[in-house]
Antibody
Framework: EVQLVESGGGLVQPGGSLRLSCAAS????????MHWVRQAAGKGLEWVSR????????NYADSVKGRFTISRDNAKNTVDLQMNSLRAEDTAVYYC?????????????WGQGTLVTVSS | QSALTQPPSASGSPGQSVTISCTGT?????????VSWFQQHPGKAPKLMIY???KRPSGVPDRFSGSKSGNTASLTVSGLQAEDEADYYC?????????FGGGTKLTVL
């Protein structure tokens, strides 16, 4: 069974940093692109970032470019999202997702999400 | 980065069909055959219903179908059932990014 488990969310002050992690199991991790997608309370889904199978290609939404960094550890089956210079508008549930078709955004498997709250 | 445009709401009675549109540009929906549709029930993670415009993942009922014409993709739900009531989001590959639609709340009357 495919499982994605996010961790690392919490309350952080504006300008602060947080590192989210997603532990994957139940599938061949090295065969899939991975994404982070976020959803503010009562709002729609917003794509944040993606990383290819070996970590050599990464892409970011304009709203987080230069502040967030996605990475993966294929030995540990984890994908991380380092978030710096956090703003109130980054407050959201962050989902880790596995892509079905290389980088296309056809996210077939999702974690339960981890809540990030940016507030003073 | 503009989101794809979806109607905020749609509705239909049980047994009827309803179609939800998703309009983008030639840089996303119109430029690639990588449109996906997701269903999200309150408090739950999204579920992939359609990928690559028309393909259904294993386990998704064939009542759900996808299509595309130019810069607009569509999701059709046939034979509406009560459990289909949910939020639906489209997404599209767009080169160096992925873009989502704003979401459509589907109500089963």
């Amino acid at each position: 069974e495919v499982q994605l488990v996010e961790s690392g969310g919490g309350l952080v002050q504006p300008g602060g940093s947080l590192r989210l992690s997603c532990a994957a199991s139940g599938f061949t991790f090295t065969s899939h692109w991975m994404h982070w997608v976020r959803q503010a309370a009562g709002k729609g889904l917003e794509w944040v970032s993606r990383i290819d199978e070996d970590g050599s290609t990464t892409n970011y939404a304009d709203s987080v470019k230069g502040r967030f960094t996605i990475s993966r550890d294929n030995a540990k089956n984890t994908v991380d999202l380092q978030m710096n210079s956090l703003r109130a508008e980054d407050t959201a549930v962050y989902y880790c997702a596995r892509d079905l078709v290389a980088g296309s955004g056809s996210c077939q498997s999702w974690g339960q999400g981890t809540l990030v709250t940016v507030s003073s | 980065q503009s989101a794809l445009t979806q109607p905020p709401s749609a509705s239909g009675s049980p047994g009827q069909s309803v179609t939800i549109s998703c309009t983008g540009t030639s840089s996303d929906v119109g430029g690639y055959n990588y449109v996906s549709w997701f269903q999200q029930h309150p408090g739950k993670a999204p579920k992939l219903m359609i990928y690559a415009v028309t393909k259904r993942p294993s386990g998704v009922p064939d009542r759900f179908s996808g299509s595309k014409s130019g810069n607009t993709a569509s999701l059709t739900v046939s034979g509406l059932q009560a459990e289909d009531e949910a939020d639906y989001y489209c997404s599209s590959y767009a080169g160096n990014r992925v873009v989502f639609g704003g979401g459509t709340k589907l109500t089963v009357l």
